[in-house]
């Protein structure tokens, strides 16, 4: 993301991940771990929301962990059309946040494994902020979000994505009363308006 973006390699699951680091100035405040788009059509943690979503996350002082899943970049393995993924995202909360609070955010195929890392998560430790962008919930069978989480959640979709239609992020949060942002002409990956999607997080994680 820039010049003070950490690099390492970490074991995983499936082998060794890819992990970039970019820390707030001074001490943080946490932990964000931030999970990226499908891997068998250009996701990767340099994806320009999953980006956006670091610099957020650094502005309002948390430490941002973004992630190669398996078979992507640097990072060992082969696409497990979501399982073997969630389990790279729990490996990397455990190596890079295992103490402290934890942001969990995601982007579309990312944004539905997050979904069940925080299912997964919210028994064992406290969120202190979940953010879920482009949902990919007409792909994937997203996890709902605890009742306990919907004012620490903040799911976000643009009103003209054509690669997750915003009706399926409504017929998914609809039943859990689950409240969406819904981002006026915004397509799936935000062109033109991602410095209102940084925004929106920034006001979400700044609400702490």
């Keep these: 993301m820039n010049a003070q973006t950490e690099t390492l390699i970490q074991p995983g699951p499936a082998g060794?991940?890819?992990?970039?680091?970019?820390?707030?100035?001074?001490?943080?405040?946490?932990?964000?771990v931030i999970a990226h788009p499908h891997p068998l059509f250009g996701g990767t943690l340099s994806n320009k929301v999953v980006q956006t979503l670091a610099r957020a996350c650094v502005a309002t002082g948390w430490t941002a962990v973004r992630f190669n899943f398996r078979g992507v970049g640097q990072s060992a393995g082969a696409y497990d059309e979501?399982?073997?993924?969630?389990?790279?995202?729990?490996?990397v909360v455990q190596a890079q946040a295992g103490s402290g609070a934890l942001v969990l955010a995601g982007f579309s195929f990312g944004a539905f494994v997050t979904s069940h890392a925080v299912a997964r998560l919210s028994a064992e430790r406290e969120l202190a902020r979940v953010v879920l962008v482009g949902t990919a919930a007409s792909r994937f069978a997203v996890?709902?979000?605890?009742?306990?989480?919907?004012?620490?959640?903040?799911?976000i979709h643009g009103e003209a994505d054509d690669t997750v239609p915003l009706s399926a992020a409504m017929d998914w949060a609809r039943p859990q009363a689950l409240a969406v942002t819904v981002v006026p002409g915004g397509g799936h990956f935000f062109h033109g308006q991602l410095p209102l999607l940084r925004d929106l997080v920034v006001r979400h994680l700044a609400g702490l």
């Design 82 to 91: 979501g399982q073997g993924e969630l389990d790279d995202l729990l490996a």
């Design 143 to 155: 996890a709902p979000i605890a009742p306990e989480l919907h004012a620490r959640t903040l799911v």
């Design 16 to 32: 060794a991940l890819e992990v970039a680091i970019d820390r707030p100035s001074g001490v943080a405040r946490g932990t964000a």
